[in-house]
């Protein structure tokens, strides 16, 4: 099958196969990675160097009589003096030869297409006349993101180019051989190198473009314990297949065309996701907009009618759950029941038993909630409802926690939970809590990006650390549904600091919470366990499915190349 072929014949399989990044926040188009179009570049660079991408040509000059010619080269250059002597490289063992070699191509070792390779340093960073001066210095960090190199982020002068450093020629190929193995540069003009890299001078009868592209394909595996890295000698072993010079020009322009494609195919999926996302996000924002039962019903029949076509990635689904969060909070998930019991009665309740437990000496006294600020109510709560801030209506437990440190968990290590912002961090032996309890996080950055649970129950047996705001309440459902409406509003309003932004307790008592009566507070948090439920049996299909089509991409990938 061509290469072509493979590529249109499998067109869905490699736009389709997505992979979720692993970073934090809620998930957008730029945190999704474009798995089987990655797969596709493997696949393209694989077929490339093994020869499956081009035709043979009859007038080809075979590889054997260029390796020849290159040899025959290097010798008259040492002889003139102009290049070290080159070190006897051991023959190509069969072990070594790792598919099946294309007519007139020759196995090598890398070392055998080098004119020169040189090491470079690092100027004394104590010694500020070698830094900051107009030369170029290459180290790790500069390789890996474009074929050829012409701008570094750190730059020497002459005077730390000759005590501590090398200078690479235009057209060398700088090599990592340590921390960044793999990553591969062209210089476009003379750059300085640190210790970390090699600058290799290709033999002008290699394409240096075929040469870039081969290397990218090898294995390359480092040794060590701290950092891993390769040794020069491990370098120059590195074996690749040479084809003919006539070939690799061909070879070259080949994947360039393909690569090409990949770049349009990789564009038109990107501008197809976000696309997806924008649409999620304007027809969700339709349901939380509603002004009334009518409208959302309406807008929510909209939503439901293209239901399989808009949910169909991680990131939608959990817009969703957001969206189902924010419903429930505003009244709108559940329907009002005139029989229920007041809110000034439960609000009442609260407030007795609030004091009775500080009277007690079971909660210490708190200072006075703030006063609700009507301007902060951010939308319009049923008529059954009241508007009242979270320092009124709940228990705050953080000062009878006594911080571990890590030393004292490890002394104390065991099989009760230890909490911090974001979930279980450590077992210890002893506990603190015994009872369900509201937990919520005071990092701001965290609280912003929501790169990790905002509030949760806790239950059991453990400990909490200082990164987390404890709170109680008159029943665990009452703190339940405290959870959902923490985690369905924006809490930016009330994170402080700039150097280590956070929530402290004064902020968040002030966050204004709409209080629904109690028997309708089970009922949401009823609907909406149910919802999550279903949204999570959704994405699990979802991310089978998204497993298989990656196999699938891997094993289309392997099948090709072997």
């Known amino acids: 099958m061509s290469a072509r072929e493979l590529i249109t014949e499998h067109l869905d399989l490699w736009t389709g196969a997505v992979t979720k990044k692993s970073s934090g926040g809620r998930g957008s188009n730029g945190k999704v990675e474009l798995t089987g179009i990655k797969k596709l570049r493997e696949l393209i660079l694989g077929m490339a160097v093994q020869g499956k991408l081009t035709t043979r040509e009859a007038s080809d ?13 290097q010798t008259e250059l040492y002889t003139q003096g102009k290049i070290k002597k080159r070190k006897k490289l051991l023959s190509v063992s069969v072990e070594e030869r790792y598919f099946h070699l294309p007519e007139n191509w020759e196995w090598t070792r890398l070392g055998a297409l080098f004119d020169s390779i040189i090491s470079g340093g690092t100027p004394s960073k104590q ?118 010079i006539e070939e690799q020009h061909r070879i070259v322009q080949k994947v360039d065309e393909l690569m090409a494609l990949c ?76 029989e229920d019991e007041p809110v000034g009665n439960l609000r009442q309740r609260i407030a007795m038993t609030k004091t009775q437990l500080i009277e007690t000496g079971a909660l210490r006294k708190q200072r006075p909630s703030p006063a609700l600020e009507q301007a902060k109510v951010p939308f319009t709560a049923p008529g059954t409802w009241e508007w009242v801030t979270f320092g009124e209506i709940t228990f705050n437990r953080d000062a009878e926690r006594i911080p571990l440190s890590m030393d ?101 008592n002030s966050i204004p919470v709409p209080l629904p009566p109690e028997n309708e507070q089970v009922r949401i948090v009823q609907k909406v366990d149910e919802l999550m439920a279903l949204c999570d049996q959704l994405k699990e299909r979802l991310n089978q499915a998204s497993e298989t089509r990656n196999q699938l991409a891997e094993a289309v990938v392997e099948g090709a190349l072997n």
Request: some cysteine; charged content about 25%; glycine content about 6%.
């Open 61 to 73: 000059e075979p590889a054997s009589e260029l390796l020849q010619r290159i040899s025959a080269r």
């Open 127 to 244: 010694n500020p006349r070698f830094w900051d001066g107009d030369i170029p210095w290459a180290s790790v960090k500069d390789l890996g993101k474009t074929k050829h190199l012409d701008e570094t982020q750190d730059y020497i002068t002459e005077e730390g180019l000759k005590v501590g450093s090398k200078l690479a020629d235009t057209g060398d190929v700088l090599i990592c051989t340590r921390m960044g193995l793999g990553k591969v540069a062209i210089c476009s003009k003379p750059i300085a190198i640190n210790q970390d890299l090699k600058a290799v001078k290709v033999s002008p009868e290699v394409s240096l473009d075929y040469f870039f592209l081969a290397y990218t394909t090898l294995d390359i595996t480092g040794t060590g314990t701290t950092v891993a890295g390769i040794t020069q000698d491990k370098l120059i072993s590195y074996v690749i297949g040479l084809p003919p």
């Open 263 to 338: 770049d349009r195919l990789e564009q038109q999926t990107s501008n197809q996701l976000e696309a997806h996302e924008t649409l999620v996000d304007t027809l969700l924002g339709t349901l939380t907009q509603s002004e009334n039962a009518t409208e959302l019903a309406n807008n929510w029949a909209r939503l439901a009618a293209h239901f399989d076509t808009l949910f169909t990635t991680e990131q939608s689904i959990d817009k969703l759950k957001q969206a189902i969060l924010q419903l429930a909070v505003m009244g709108r998930l559940v329907e009002q029941d005139a």
């Open 408 to 508: 004292d968990r490890r002394k104390r290590s065991g099989e009760f939970d230890y909490y911090g912002a974001s979930g279980v961090i450590d077992s210890i032996d002893d506990y603190l809590f015994d009872c369900p309890l509201l937990l919520i996080g005071e990092d701001g950055a965290n609280l912003i990006n929501r790169a990790t649970p905002i509030a949760f129950i806790a239950r059991g047996k453990y400990w909490v650390n200082n990164h987390a705001h404890v709170i109680d309440g008159i029943s665990e459902d009452f703190l339940r549904y405290l959870c959902l409406y923490i985690n369905a509003i924006s809490l930016e309003p009330y994170v402080t600091g700039t150097a280590q932004p956070k929530m402290n307790q004064a902020k968040m």
